[in-house]
Structure formats: structure tokens, C-alpha cells
């Protein structure tokens, strides 16, 4: 069935996947095999040959994500770090030059300099809330420009369609993860964007019980460069993995709601609070890029970010909430509490979170979809014991 012309909803439910042919279960079966009999030499049944190539499981995920994007392609990895590693060995070669937000997850910051940088890829990192300043930093030997919308952990917001704009006026793809919004938020590919990137460990997934990653593009070229780099080094998730995600998807567009409106009280609380500093959230009317978010997004998301003015104070509040579990990551029903520039943004160099403002005081919540009175509860109790 052709679900392209169907709401979101729908497609998150039934997109890419058909009943079993052979038994008509209604879920998809998770393919648990390495390989596949064949007919004849060199005859595989519908390409199945060998499964870090292809599997039912995978394939059914592929397409439900490129659907949701309203992209006509994805690919499933491992990691979010293994598709961007997939991205970056499709679309560079030594010598070329990256553009990457400076506000990014820690662990690409970390790649960059610690993998990139020895293949001879130059990159640098920019502010990309400023078009002018991407502009600036364009070479003729620049092939990608990549971006993270609500970033990771200062959650700024860059505008997409202005920077589509500039990097294919450099001749360069744009690529964007898309993970803190989801696309039940916001939908890169429709602005513009060649690549959308996805942690499906994270939102997708919605449970914490898996790790993956994908890319979605409209591009048949890319799209295949993709599929090569699948087969050829091998950063493929396992079928009970995608069977997660799937799973996952299929309730994505009503977890979602429900994510947003209990970030926004939590917002409001820490806003609102005479022992709190520099509320980030996009849905705050004074948000930097607030009028933005506005534009380009259905809602303002999970994730908000605030400082407490020191690492004493930050560590002692991750210690204090009790729903707020402490953990490096987000993106799940439950509420979790983060100290980035200790954790997950630990090996950036001090000399880069001084510029971003990344302080050792941030601290950033993935607000899940608990009874928002509970949580409220739980940040005013652990703010008083401050």
C-alpha cells in the first residue's frame, strides 16, 4: 500500500511495512539470520544474499524513517556517530574542507578532531544561528555543511532554508540532524537539506532500549553511496534493533505532544525561578531564535538547558531530582537529567565551550511524558534543597 499521500500518523504506523506474505502477522518478523539460501549461484531471492547487505527487518525501518521525513530514502547504521561517519565518507575526501556547527553532540566534535583531522579533512566550526558567519567561512574546497537544529546542549536554532541556500550556491550539500525535533516537529528535506541524520537511539526509538542512527535524503545518488557504505564497512544495526525503532515510530507523533507541553511548564518553572540563569528553550518568547523556532518547527521539543551558576550547584541538582534520573542520554518516555560540559560533551577542548557558553553549570533535561505535576514536583523540591 502507498501510504506517501497519508497524514503523519498513519504513515508512522504503517509506513514501509505490509503483513508477513507467509503467516499475515501484522507486526513485522525481526529477520534474525546472517545469510540466505539461494536458488542458483549468483541468484539471490529479491537481492537477499547476505544480511549486513539487507534484511526484511532493516528494509521495513528504512522505509517507515525515509516516510516520516518525506524523503524517498534512509539507511540504517549502528550509531548516530556510525551515520555520520557514513555521511562524512561519502561526501569528503582529504583535503576537502567541512563546515559543522559549533554547537554540536560531543562525541561528533570528538570524531572530527580525533578521526577526521588524520585523513586530511580540514573543518571548522561555526555559529550557524549567523548565515553571515557560514557564509565567511566558505573555501572553494568546502563539500558539506552540517548543522544540528535544536542543538546539543545549547539548543539554538539555525535557519535552515537560508543555510540550503548558501551551501548549494557553494556547490556543497547541507546536511542536518534532525534529532532533538524529530519529524513529527520538523522536516529538513522539505526546506531544503540533502541529508537529514537521526540518533534513532534517541526520540525514534523513545524507550532508551537500543542504539542506532540513520540518514534519509531524496538524493538516488547519495542514496546509493549510502547503501555502499552499509555493505561495504559494515556500521549496519541488528533486525532486533530496527524492530525496536520500528516499534518505536509507530507511536512517535502521540509521545510527542505530550513531550512538548511537559517541557514547556518545566521552562516556565525554571524560568520563572529567581535561582536560575539562562532558561534555554525555544518555545520561551525570548529565546534568541524564538520567532524562528516559530517558523520552521510544529512545536518546540523535549529539551531544555539551564545554568546554575556553578559545577557545585549543577551536580548537586543531578542529585537531587528524583523522576530526573540521572544519564547520558535523551529521547525516552522518561525524564532525564544531564551535566554536559562533565558528560556528554566532556571531551570537547574548554577553550571551544567557553565560545559557545557552554559553562560548568549548564545543566540539560530531556523532559519525558510523566505526569507533568510530578515532575514540576520534583525540579521545585530539588531547587529548594539547593
Not at 66 to 86: Q, V, W
Not at 259 to 273: F, G, K, M, P
Not at 274 to 291: F, I, M
Request: aromatic content about 6%; overall charge negative.
Amino acid at each position: 500500500m502507498n501510504h506517501s499521500n497519508k497524514r503523519f500518523g498513519t504513515r508512522a504506523v504503517h509506513a514501509g511495512q505490509r503483513p508477513d506474505p507467509t503467516t499475515g502477522a501484522i507486526m513485522t518478523p525481526i529477520f534474525q539470520t546472517s545469510t540466505y539460501v539461494q536458488d542458483a549461484v549468483g541468484s539471490p531471492r529479491d537481492g537477499y544474499d547476505y544480511a549486513r547487505v539487507k534484511n526484511p527487518t532493516r528494509e521495513a525501518l528504512q522505509g517507515n524513517l525515509a516516510a516520516l521525513e518525506n524523503g524517498k530514502h534512509a539507511a540504517a547504521f549502528s550509531a548516530g556517530l556510525a551515520a555520520m561517519d557514513t555521511l562524512f565518507k561519502t561526501a569528503l575526501n582529504a583535503g576537502d574542507h567541512l563546515i559543522c556547527g559549533a554547537d554540536v553532540y560531543g562525541g561528533l566534535d570528538r570524531q572530527l578532531r580525533h578521526v577526521w583531522a588524520r585523513f586530511g579533512v580540514e573543518f571548522d566550526f561555526v555559529d550557524t544561528t549567523d548565515p553571515e558567519a557560514i557564509k565567511n567561512a566558505l573555501r572553494d574546497e568546502t563539500r558539506l555543511v552540517h548543522v544540528e537544529t535544536p542543538s546539543n546542549p545549547m539548543i539554538t536554532i539555525t535557519d535552515i532554508e537560508a543555510c540550503a541556500q548558501i551551501a548549494h550556491d557553494a556547490g556543497a550539500l547541507f546536511s542536518v540532524d534532525n534529532t532533538f525535533a524529530t519529524p513529527y516537529l520538523q522536516r529538513p528535506l522539505d526546506l531544503g537539506a540533502d541529508v537529514v541524520m537521526h540518533s534513532t537511539t534517541k526520540f525514534l526509538n523513545g524507550h532508551s532500549d537500543m542504539i542506532g542512527g540513520a540518514l534519509m535524503t531524496n538524493s538516488d545518488e547519495l542514496a546509493e553511496a549510502f547503501r555502499f557504505q552499509q555493505k561495504t564497512t559494515g556500521a549496519v544495526p541488528g533486525p532486533f534493533d530496527c524492530w525496536l525503532v520500528l516499534r518505536g515510530t509507530k507511536t512517535l507523533h502521540l509521545r510527542m505532544p505530550a513531550h512538548c507541553s511537559n517541557a514547556a511548564r518545566i521552562a516556565e518553572l525554571l524560568d520563572e525561578h529567581a535561582d536560575v540563569g539562562d532558561v534555554r528553550y525555544p518555545g520561551l518568547a525570548h529565546h534568541p531564535q524564538h520567532e524562528l523556532a516559530k517558523r520552521q518547527m510544529n512545536g518546540f521539543g523535549s529539551m531544555v538547558s539551564f545554568d546554575l551558576g556553578s559545577e557545585e550547584r549543577a551536580n548537586r541538582f543531578a542529585g537531587l531530582t528524583e523522576l530526573f534520573q540521572l544519564a547520558e542520554s535523551l529521547g525516552g518516555v522518561e525524564s532525564l537529567v544531564s551535566i554536559p560540559s562533565s558528560m556528554t560533551h566532556g571531551s570537547v577542548p574548554e577553550e571551544k565551550k567557553k565560545e559557545i557558553g557552554l559553562t560548568p553549570g549548564l545543566v540539560r533535561l530531556s523532559v519525558g511524558v510523566e505526569d507533568i505535576e510530578d515532575l514540576v514536583a520534583d525540579i521545585r523540591s530539588a531547587l529548594e534543597k539547593l
